[in-house]
């Protein structure tokens, strides 16, 4: 071995023995269990001031100039979605999103692809319950060529045959694998029995109602939901203001005001039930269990949230340590408040052991009536409220997170200091206002109740929840 291998492997025997000295001594250290310091009390916060206005055909434009990096997101968000779709157009309203993207009058899917990489960015198109999202982010520079870009996407849609046949066979394998999943058959069940009849309630459709649609049903869907006056433009980010506004006026001003939103929301009173689906041979069973609950509009909603933390939906809630940690049943339990406007509904959810199905419930109900009796030590308060606020800011700390929290707020038809007063409002929920939102919602009366699974297995520890 010559001289310089010699020394290269010297110096590697070295980095080695140095790199398990430091592991060990940093193990040590973390051996020694330490007492963390106390969180301190969060900070206010104060959201980006927002310029808000309204062109003459009725589409609302809000812009913001946020952070220091020179990009810029924009989203113009359409209340268009699976809320106006008619009965057997499941998926119509994400059909017309996803082809929307498929080219325009004057612009290929590969052109749209090209332009707006070579401005930096990406261009997409979403569905969802009640409204339809196209957008993207681009570097500053190309602010107004972007707003072009969009404007010809949301009011020049080509919807060619072709693109039609290649998402309506997207879509149907879509839908074999959502029907193979037990989280979407619980999920869906458990709509179905809480919002009997209305739109909510599906949330896939039938393989024939993907079959049946046609160009003339996208077009259609399209021209009677879509225009300004349903529409509302998020500009966020770094860009010119006066040229912003100007290219927006050009591009927007001109499209049909079309019709104006609807708010057909369901009327939700809650009832007791047991609802099984058998999947025999099934490993595990998935379980939904929920209550009605609130929209961010209700005076409870920020309490109630601290409440949902505290209980079900942070990796370190009651429920989640109990059958998680505690007792192994599952993996990733958690808890979820699924609001639209005016209404909303608590949820928890968990994939558990065939053979601890009926004792994952018990645990639950436990710890639901534990927290109604019992307020929860100032100590788990605390560093709950300062993960909520941590959350809080997080989501505010990128453009599209802005829009979101924009968007919620105006869906919501919250007040102007909303998001403003948001977390001293959260920092202020006590123990006892946490215990009285477990006593006044997460009652057993109105407790419904979706397990898949192996209905020979599970069927005996399930009679304890059967409705008398």
């Not at 809630?317 to 979820?336: A, D, L, M, V, W």
Request: with cysteine; hydrophobic share 40%.
């Amino acid at each position: 071995m010559d001289k310089a291998k010699r020394k290269m492997l010297k110096n590697s025997l070295c980095l080695c023995a140095s790199v398990v000295f430091i592991a060990a001594a940093a193990f040590s250290g973390l051996a020694q269990k330490q007492t963390p310091p106390a969180g301190g009390q969060p900070k206010p916060f104060v959201f980006p001031q927002q310029d808000t206005y309204t062109l003459k055909n009725g589409m609302k434009v809000t812009l913001v100039q946020y952070g220091a990096v020179p990009k810029v997101a924009m989203q113009a968000i359409v209340r268009a979605g699976a809320i106006n779709e008619k009965p057997g157009q499941r998926w119509l309203s994400d059909m017309v999103a996803t082809m929307l993207k498929e080219g325009t009058a004057k612009r290929s899917a590969a052109q749209l692809a090209r332009e707006t990489a070579e401005m930096g960015g990406s261009i997409f198109a979403s569905g969802s319950n009640d409204t339809t999202t196209i957008g993207g982010e681009v570097l500053s520079e190309f602010d107004t060529r972007f707003i072009d870009l969009l404007a010809d996407v949301v009011q020049n849609p080509k919807f060619a045959p072709a693109d039609l046949e290649e998402n309506r066979a997207n879509k149907l394998r879509e839908l074999a694998v959502a029907r193979a999943q037990a989280q979407n058959l619980a999920w869906e069940r458990f709509r179905q029995t809480v919002f009997p009849g209305h739109a909510y309630a599906e949330i896939q459709p039938s393989e024939a109602d993907v079959k049946a649609y046609t160009i003339d049903g996208i077009k259609g869907f399209y021209n009677s939901e879509y225009g300004a006056a349903r529409t509302h433009l998020y500009v966020v980010g770094q860009f010119d203001a006066a040229a912003v506004r100007t290219a927006i006026e050009k591009q927007f001003g001109g499209w049909k005001k079309g019709p104006e939103p609807i708010r057909n929301g369901p009327k939700v009173t809650g009832k007791r039930a047991l609802e099984v689906i058998d999947r025999p041979g099934a490993p595990q069973s998935t379980i939904y269990m929920g209550v009605p609950a609130m929209s961010p509009s209700d005076p409870d909603f920020i309490k109630f949230t601290v409440m949902d933390s505290l209980l079900g939906s942070s990796f370190g809630s009651r429920i989640t340590s109990n059958i998680r940690e505690n007792k192994g049943y599952t993996y990733s339990p958690g808890s979820f408040i699924w609001n639209r406007y005016k209404t909303g509904y608590w949820v928890e959810n968990a994939d558990v052991t065939t053979e601890a199905t009926g004792a994952s419930i018990k645990e639950i109900l436990f710890e639901i009536d534990r927290l109604q009796k019992e307020n929860p030590s100032e100590a788990e308060m605390q560093g709950i409220k300062n993960y909520l606020v941590g959350i809080y800011v997080l989501q505010n700390s990128t453009r599209d997170g802005v829009i979101g929290q924009l968007e919620a707020a105006n869906y919501n038809e919250l007040g102007k200091n909303y998001l403003d007063t948001y977390v001293q409002k959260l920092t202020a929920v006590t123990a006892k206002d946490v215990s009285d939102m477990a006593a006044k919602y997460l009652t057993r009366d109105k407790m419904t109740m979706v397990v898949v699974g192996d209905k020979s297995k599970i069927a005996s520890q399930l009679e304890p929840y059967e409705i008398p």
